[in-house]
C-alpha cells in the first residue's frame, strides 16, 4: 500500500474508522436527536420565577415546614434553606430586642438575611396575628 510500513497502514486504517465513526454520528444527531432544536426558543425568569425555582429546591431540607417567627425556637430557624446557626441566634436575638416581629418583611433586617435568603425562607415563615380584644 504505497510503500508504507505495517503500523503506518494500522494508524491510517484507526484514523479512517473514527473519521467514519464521526461522520456517522453527525449524520444521526442530525436527523434522529432526540433533543428538541432550541436554538429559536427564548425564556425570561421573572423575579417571582426565581423566587419559586428557589422555594422548590429549599424543599429538600424544608418541605411541609411551617414556622410562627414570633414563637419558632433556634433549631427551627436552623430548618429553613440558608439559615445556619449564628443567623438563627442574631433572629432570636432581633426579635428579644424588639419585642417579636409585626411581618415577615422585617427578616431582612437582621443582619446575615438579604433579599436572596429572604426569599428563599418567605413561603415557610409566617407571623400569627395578635388579637388585642
Do not use: H
Request: proline letters at 3%; glycine letters at 8%.
Amino acid at each position: 500500500m504505497l510503500g508504507f510500513s505495517r503500523r503506518e497502514k494500522v494508524a491510517v486504517l484507526f484514523l479512517l474508522c473514527f473519521f467514519i465513526a464521526g461522520l456517522l454520528l453527525y449524520w444521526y444527531r442530525d436527523n434522529y436527536s432526540p433533543l428538541p432544536d432550541t436554538q429559536g426558543i427564548n425564556i425570561k425568569l421573572t423575579a417571582d420565577d426565581t423566587a419559586r425555582q428557589v422555594a422548590v429546591q429549599g424543599k429538600k431540607k424544608s418541605e411541609g415546614l411551617s414556622i410562627e417567627i414570633n414563637s419558632a425556637e433556634e433549631s427551627d430557624f436552623e430548618k429553613l434553606p440558608g439559615i445556619g446557626r449564628v443567623t438563627a441566634a442574631r433572629i432570636v436575638s432581633f426579635r428579644k430586642a424588639n419585642g417579636g416581629f409585626e411581618s415577615i418583611s422585617q427578616l431582612m433586617d437582621v443582619k446575615g438575611i438579604g433579599e436572596k435568603i429572604f426569599n428563599r425562607i418567605k413561603p415557610y415563615v409566617f407571623v400569627k396575628k395578635q388579637n388585642n380584644n
